[in-house]
Each structure stands twice: as structure tokens, then as C-alpha cells.
């Protein structure tokens, strides 16, 4: 699971709900997920302040384990 997914799926959120929040289009949050589009600087910093990840946009899409 990527850490994108983690942390949206922690905070209750759809991913058409945090698309809304960060102003990104769900079709391209969608694909981010799936590790099928990048992560650009602009729309990754809007993603990590919609998720409240302070950290590095591009750590979003590192794989992750469920319980870390």
C-alpha cells in the first residue's frame, strides 16, 4: 500500500473528497494511487497539505505497511 493511500484511508477520506481538498482532478489522484501517473511538485505539496503529511510530497509514494 502506498503511503498516500495509508494516510487518506487514516483520515476517513475518499479519494473524490481529497481530490477536492488538494484541488486535483480524481481521475489523476486515481492514477497517482495506482502508481500509474507521477507525483508532480505542485499537485504532491497540495496532496501533503490535504493529508497534513509535512514530510517530503515524493515519501507519499513510497510503499508501506498497513500498520506502520
Known sequence: ???IAKL???????????ARIADVNASS???IESG???????RGRRIA???GWDG????LLEEVGRDE
Not at 500509474?36 to 505542485?42: F, G, I, N, S, T
Not at 517530503?56 to 515519501?59: I, S
Open 56 to 59: 517530503d510530497p515524493d515519501a
Open 1 to 3: 500500500m502506498l503511503r
Open 36 to 42: 500509474k501517473e507521477p507525483l508532480y511538485p505542485v
Open 49 to 51: 497539505d490535504a493529508l
Open 8 to 18: 487518506r484511508n487514516e483520515k476517513g477520506l475518499s479519494q473524490a473528497k481529497l
Open 29 to 31: 489522484l486515481n492514477r
